[in-house]
T-cell receptor
């Protein structure tokens, strides 16, 4: 079946460092891909999405490109801030609005 | 708009007790779903509904019941709580059924079963 694999966390970086969180997927067809973010004590909220191959989603300085040839959707940000500390989830859409999530990556940014 | 609301925020149950987790949305979304979040496992779909009167099972439905009598409300019932149901529960809603539509999540209910 469809699945999503994220890099193991936790990830700890210093402010202004470059961030990459890897995400790969297994799916039939052409799923839509998402990154959701969960700030402490809150529910998940959509960070960015891409709906077809080679699309780039972007928001709040984060970017991810839908790479069908490598079945990847890696999240990147050029200069992280303390306020980016959160748990990040990669997900794919699997028909009838079912989202399949990765296990989540906890990111901590130190000042 | 309040978005997606969930009550209670926290709950402690004893094994065998029953309870209902409430979820409501005021965005007139057709699709609603329940997830549980466990450490290292991401979110897993419990049940979902594509409209009033229609529900279906997700990945981990055992031990849970749902109903959808109105567009706004989608309660999750634990019939006989077990320690394995200790988790954080999230309700979500989406407008329409298109795959690229954003899901809106509630703030979650943290449940502990002793």
């Amino acid at each position: 079946g469809n699945s999503v694999t994220q890099m193991e966390g936790p990830v700890t970086l210093s402010e202004e460092a470059f961030l990459t969180i890897n995400c790969t997927y297994t799916a039939t067809g052409y799923p839509s891909l998402f990154w959701y973010v969960q700030y402490p004590g809150e529910g998940l909220q959509l960070l960015l999405k891409a709906t077809k191959a080679d699309d780039k989603g972007s928001n709040k300085g984060f970017e991810a490109t839908y790479r069908k040839e490598t079945t990847s959707f890696h999240l990147e940000k050029g200069s992280v801030q303390v306020s980016d500390s959160a748990v990040y989830f990669c997900a794919l859409h699997q028909g009838a609005q079912k989202l399949v999530f990765g296990q989540g990556t906890r990111l901590t940014i130190n000042p | 708009n309040a978005g997606v609301t969930q009550t209670p925020k926290f709950q402690v149950l004893k094994t065998g007790q029953s309870m209902t987790l409430q979820c409501a949305q005021d965005m007139n979304h057709e699709y609603m779903s329940w997830y549980r979040q466990d450490p290292g496992m991401g979110l897993r779909l419990i049940h979902y509904s594509v409209g009033a009167g229609i529900t279906d099972q997700g990945e981990v439905p055992n031990g849970y019941n749902v109903s959808r009598s109105t567009t706004e409300d989608f309660p999750l019932r634990l019939l006989s709580a077990a320690p394995s149901q200790t988790s954080v529960y999230f309700c979500a809603s989406t407008k329409g059924l298109a795959g690229e539509n954003e899901q809106f999540f509630g703030p979650g209910t943290r449940l502990t079963v002793l």
